[in-house]
């Protein structure tokens, strides 16, 4: 349930269930990923946009930097993948690693050159993100 209302932005069952989550079991599931995607409810969340769902998570103890554990991408991965400016913006400013690696070798600034998000590419550029990085795979020079 925490992760299916993170992919739906549906903030009023992601506050009833962290609300509840002394009697639930919540709290041990902000940050465990499901079985699908091996995602977090904050991957699903950075993914589908929903910003209001990852404020809700981190008020509750959820960490920003966390890597998945299939492929290794964060938040910050998925949000600049899926053009989604203003959560990728939010991400930075509450100081998520621009250099961390997933099992590629990739950054968020090769996802987002991957994505085609120049609006996300030109934030990282902002903010400071190394800008010639080489993946494990490919040679994707940004």
Not at 79 to 84: D, I, P, Q, S
Request: charged share 20%; net charge neutral; hydrophobic share 40%.
């Amino acid at each position: 349930p925490l992760h299916r209302a993170c992919r739906d932005g549906d903030i009023q069952s992601l506050t009833y269930l962290v609300i509840q989550g002394d009697r639930l079991g919540v709290f041990r599931a902000i940050n465990e990923p499901d079985q699908f995607l091996m995602w977090t409810p904050g991957h699903w969340a950075a993914y589908f946009g929903k910003l209001p769902c990852l404020k809700r998570l981190q008020q509750s103890g959820y960490s920003l930097d966390v890597a998945e554990g299939r492929l290794k991408q964060t938040v910050a991965h998925l949000a600049a993948f899926a053009g989604h400016v203003d959560v990728l913006h939010w991400l930075l400013e509450n100081g998520v690693s621009l250099d961390k690696q997933d099992s590629l070798g990739e950054t968020v600034v090769h996802k987002a050159v991957r994505g085609g998000s120049v609006e996300c590419l030109t934030l990282l550029q902002h903010y400071g993100a190394p800008m010639k990085l080489v993946s494990f795979l490919l040679e994707m020079r940004c």
